[in-house]
């Protein structure tokens, strides 16, 4: 018993200890550090130590892995030398001093209390590897019936607290690029040239400078371009193709202030430049986001404290963030409790009504024959950043987002389509004939995930540039069942 000269022990990378009956998959992990760390207990007799190894990016946190039948067991850590328990997990006192203690169950609501202590000040010594928790919970299908399944309260407020202790101990500058470049645009170029620009360096937006004030005073949007589409198919409009060709973006956000008056085109009010300070937290930023309602914030940097100078050094936006987090997280998701519980458990996203629910509106979805015009109106209308586009067995099939619309932009195509007669799948498929340079349009449009996938991978989908929401859809059928979007994350993270 504790014999010290146990580094002869099985390594961490999945040690077998329990072979006979139904086993469980188990992880112990040690935070704290060392230099040789291992783990023995009641479940090895206390005869055999399992060494651990540390874990890829985290060198002060060790692990190992065994498979365990259903019980309750004791352990203990042998770290450089010296034998150890977690304070912070429960333990008892007895035969081999102060030691701590697991209930091992396949029963889900015993699982969850362990994946969820309740102080919110614990780190997690064990969690039960995600892939044998799917098979744990009732399937019928391939989904999980989650109605009476939810992850605990104490689980989402540890998660919140140690997501928001890291966004206020990280700045903009964690947000910057090793390399890259901004691009901002004159308020003296024309509208019609600027998009253009948009679309063929593959951004969604860009900053609006005004060399007179010396001073960046907006932003420029696909949300502007969506209102001059509709503009010039107005009957009566100011606006014809050919001033387009020279009206500046200074003259279109003037007769925009005329026509919406204190409204920004969504209803709501218009206000000047939202922007942020490398020097602010990560918090701070996602809130600014967050409250304002806008996809974007430029991160200006000024030598002088009367703001003059300012120096274009980021475009900071929530995928941004959330790939930090993501990050950051990544190797230590017992750090997090929900990282591993599957989306269906917990309360996120924006789902398909069930049958005689008054409380839940029905998701915006469009087919492929509908008109652009009416995805338009659709996006502005609710609000949205992108709309599931379904066939006619309602299957996923794409996405169209407000930045398409610069697609219209290449060669003058708005000057001779009308929205209400070209079909959403003309303007995706104009869109991806286009070949921008810069891949904005490239790889993976529509992201997917199943109802069963834990959260860290519908966070990782939505830390994709220019990933706004991801959609959940029906295994086999491809059925939107709920969509998840980077606000639904940071408003959930951050207790919004």
């Known amino acids: 018993m504790f014999s010290p000269g146990a580094d002869s022990a099985h390594d961490a990378g999945g040690v077998g200890v329990s072979s006979v009956g139904t086993t469980v998959p188990a992880r112990f992990v040690w935070p704290y550090g060392g230099k040789r760390v291992f783990v023995s207990g009641s479940f090895t007799r206390w005869s055999e130590h399992l060494q651990m190894s540390p874990v890829e990016g985290c060198p002060s946190v060790f692990q190992a892995t065994c498979s365990l039948s259903p019980g309750i067991y004791q352990y203990k850590f042998f770290v450089d030398g010296e034998w150890r328990h977690d304070e ?171 026509t919406y008056g204190r409204n920004d085109g969504q209803g709501r009010p218009q206000q000047p430049l939202v922007h942020a300070t490398p020097y602010e937290s990560l918090r701070d930023i996602a809130l600014k986001i967050l409250q304002n309602g806008i996809s974007t914030v430029p991160i200006i940097y000024s030598p002088s404290s009367d703001g003059s100078f300012p120096q274009l050094l980021h475009l900071a936006s929530l995928s941004g963030i959330l790939k930090c987090i993501c990050r950051y997280f990544k190797n230590s998701t017992g750090n997090l409790p929900i990282l591993n519980q599957p989306v269906c458990t917990i309360p996120l996203g924006s789902w398909v009504p069930k049958i005689g629910d008054p409380s839940c509106r029905p998701l915006a979805i469009l087919r492929r024959s509908a008109s652009l015009s009416s995805a338009l109106n659709l996006l502005v209308q609710a609000g949205v950043s992108s709309i599931p586009i379904v066939d006619e067995n309602d299957s996923l099939i794409d996405t169209y987002s407000r930045s398409d619309i610069t697609a219209l932009a290449k060669d003058k195509v708005y000057t001779h389509v009308r929205l209400e007669e070209m079909a959403i799948q003309q303007a995706l498929q104009l869109g991806q004939d286009a070949n921008t340079p810069f891949g904005y349009f490239s790889g993976q449009r529509c992201q997917m995930c199943l109802r069963s996938d834990p959260l860290l991978k519908v966070m990782e989908r939505l830390a994709n540039p220019g990933v706004r929401r991801v959609f959940i859809v029906e295994a086999g059928s491809k059925r939107v069942e709920g969509i998840i979007s980077l606000s639904d994350i940071f408003k959930f993270l951050l207790s919004l």
């Not at 997690?124 to 989650?146: A, H, P, W, Y």
């Not at 400078?209 to 696909?222: C, N, T």
């Not at 503009?231 to 387009?244: D, I, K, P, R």
């Open 88 to 258: 912070h997990q429960p333990t008892i006192s007895g035969e081999y001093g102060i030691v701590n203690t697991l209930y091992l169950t396949r029963e889900f609501n015993q699982i969850n209390s362990v994946l969820s202590p309740s102080t919110p000040g614990n780190r997690m010594n064990m969690d039960v590897d995600n892939e044998n928790f799917q098979r744990m919970v009732t399937l019928s299908d391939g989904n999980i019936q989650d109605s009476h399944l939810r992850v605990s309260e104490a689980a989402i407020q540890i998660s919140r607290s140690r997501v928001i202790g890291y966004l206020s101990s990280h700045t903009g500058y964690d947000l910057l690029p090793d390399s890259g470049k901004v691009i901002a645009l004159d308020i003296n170029l024309p509208v019609k040239q600027s998009f253009h620009i948009l679309h063929e360096q593959g951004i969604p937006v860009a900053p609006l400078w005004d060399s007179f004030r010396g001073q960046f005073v907006g932003l420029l949007s696909p949300l502007d371009f969506i209102l001059i589409l509709k503009e010039l198919e107005t009957h009566g409009s100011n606006l014809t193709e050919e001033q387009l060709e020279t009206h500046t973006i200074s003259a279109w956000k003037e007769s925009k202030r005329q």
